[in-house]
Every structure is written in structure tokens, then in C-alpha cells.
């Protein structure tokens, strides 16, 4: 329980990023059908366990977890130090690196809730909650909820969790899931969670996981919504067609989604794209994995999809050493060799497997 509690104060700073205020749009009011403009409702903002509007839930809707909320939303953050993958990952070809996260994105998600039941008595300390279990749900949405396997329970669901898994080395330097569920199935007590992974070794090993983004899911709808109608410049039709679905935990064939009358560029649902992650993004690229900055790893590997010769990829390594060695005062010059043989002995295996 202390290790646990150390690692919650590491990732204080995580939940202030996914908590932070929203940036000002910079794009132009939406229009309405008449075509006139109009001023805009006010953007949409974050809520967290403490929000002063859990009071009004609880006596709407008699909804009385609020402290399992805020344990299960605490938990999140500190999964990434206790998650164990029985995955190990050898022999990747170069054409293969940036397919991981539809290789095993499904298998990692299903992990992470393993790994959330074995934190049990980190969300359930004092065991109310005995007979409840997170499960995954095939195609469903939210993806994860917390069930009671006892028929006779007055509240079969509790929470449910919207997974993500993101391979933080893929081709896009973002995450690139769409998120298009309309906020009315979303219930004040559902959180979106997104877990950016890697293998330990770069590539090879276990998945690591680091930091996740986590949030309200009915906020990151709404703002999603929000931001596709007055916070997007660029002209056309930004009505959204809204789901009439609005009660919570659907079904499969419940018609769920909202969708947007004009999205030639298929953006909608992008949540990446809408600015609501973005001083989490901007941290995460800071994140390490085998001593380098995730966001040197990236540039570093789109040399092998941009076919660059040999030579122009040891440039590279180079560069990627000194500017690391340059960022990172505490490296020794031992510490910057082992990089460099580590970064050159990765360079060796993707170049013969091209």
C-alpha cells in the first residue's frame, strides 16, 4: 500500500493535466441553418471527482459511490507501475513496427483490466464492493464496467471506462481512435481513459505503459461536439445529427453515434485533434523509454518509413544522441555510450529486416 501511495504522488501531476482548463478557440462561430452567426454556448470544461456538481447528481439520480468514483479514477493513474503483460515480443520486422497497435492493442486493453481487478484493494479498501468486477465488453460502449456478478443487486452497473490503447511510437504522433458517442448515453460517472504503450526495449520486450489521459467521457463528448461546431475554422455545414439514444450503458444494436452532416476529412471523433489533450500530449513526448524522450524515438524511427539510407540514419543517431545527452545534465559519458550502442544495435536489426 505504500508503494501505491508513492505512485499516485508521482502522478499528481497527470490528473492536473487531464483537469486543466481548455485553450480559447481560435476558430470562427458556427452558423445556423438560417446561416446567420451566432454566438456560441460556452466551451464545455473538465470535471473531477471533487466537482461541486456531484451533489446535484447524487440527488437526482441517487447515485451513491462517489468515493468508489474517486478510487477507481485514482487507480488509473497508478496502474502503469503494477501493470504486468504476460506478452514478450521478438523478431519484429521493420514493416511490421508501426502495425502494433492493431496487432495487440485489443490484447494490452484486456490486460489493463485484468490488472485493474488485481488493484481491487486499492478502489475497494474497505470491501463494499465485493461482488462487483470490472469486465470488458465486446463492442459496446463504454467498453469496461463495473458489474456486479450477483443477480439480485439493485445496481448491476456502477461505472463503466471507455479504453484506449495508444502504441505511442506509431506512424501518427497522436492518438488516432474516433470517439463519436453522443454524451447522453454517457453517464456523469463514466471516465474516458486513454493508456499510451511501447515494449520496454524499444522493439522488443514487454508493453510498458505510461501515463494515461483520463476524463469525464460525457465532458469529452459534449466538447467534442462543442469544438466541432464553433471552435473549427473552415466554412461548411457543422450541424451534428445527434443519437436519440439517451439511456445509459446501450446496447449493442442501440444506434449510439453522433455524426456530423459535412466530414470529408473523416475528423470527427478525432479527440486528439480537438485540442482537449494537448498539455498532456505536450508532457508525455517528455516521457522516457530506454533513457530517450518519446518524442525523439518518434522522429527518430519515421526515418526507416521515409526509406532513408544507411548513412542518413546513423546521421540521425547522432543527432539524437547529442541532443539527449544535451537535455539530460545527470547522463554520464558512459550513460551517453550506452545509448548510442543501444540506438545503433536497433538501427542493426531494423536495417536487416527491411
Partial sequence: MIAFTRSLKLASKWKNLCLSKQPPSDGTPAKTRAGAASAPPPQPQPKGPDDASWATIKSKTGWDHLELYKSVYETLFALPAYFKSSLNITGV????????????????????????????????????????????????????????????????????????????????????????????????????????????????????????????????????????????????????????????????????????????????????????????????????LSGIPLSAWQRFLSFFREDRSEDAIRSELDRLVAEVGQQTTSLSAKDVDDIRAHLSEIVSILEGSK
Avoid at 439517451?246 to 471523433?269: Q, R
Fill in 93 to 288: 520486422l521493420a514493416t511490421d513496427l508501426y502495425t502494433f497497435n492493431a496487432a495487440l492493442g485489443a490484447t494490452i486493453e484486456n490486460q489493463i483490466v485484468e490488472s485493474l481487478n488485481e488493484l481491487r484493494e486499492t478502489w475497494d479498501k474497505d470491501k463494499k464492493y465485493g461482488l462487483y468486477r470490472f469486465v470488458r465488453q465486446a463492442q459496446r460502449f463504454p467498453d469496461v464496467i463495473l458489474r456486479s456478478s450477483s443477480p439480485g443487486k439493485e445496481a448491476d452497473v456502477l461505472l463503466g471506462i471507455e479504453l484506449k490503447g495508444w502504441y505511442a511510437l506509431a506512424k501518427e504522433s497522436e492518438p488516432s481512435f474516433r470517439y463519436t458517442v453522443t454524451p447522453s448515453v454517457c453517464s456523469p460517472w463514466d471516465l474516458l481513459a486513454v493508456y499510451p504503450w511501447a515494449l520496454s526495449e524499444v522493439i522488443s520486450g514487454q508493453p510498458q505503459l505510461f501515463q494515461p489521459y483520463v476524463t469525464n467521457a460525457r465532458y469529452a463528448a459534449e466538447y467534442r461536439n462543442w469544438m466541432w461546431q464553433h471552435g473549427v475554422r473552415g466554412g461548411g455545414n457543422k450541424d451534428i445529427q445527434l443519437s436519440t439514444v439517451d439511456h445509459f450503458y446501450p446496447s449493442k444494436a442501440d444506434m449510439i453515434s453522433d455524426v456530423p452532416a459535412s466530414d470529408n476529412g473523416g475528423n470527427f471523433g478525432r479527440i486528439a485533434r480537438t485540442r482537449i489533450m494537448d498539455e498532456y500530449m505536450t508532457a508525455l513526448t517528455r516521457e522516457k
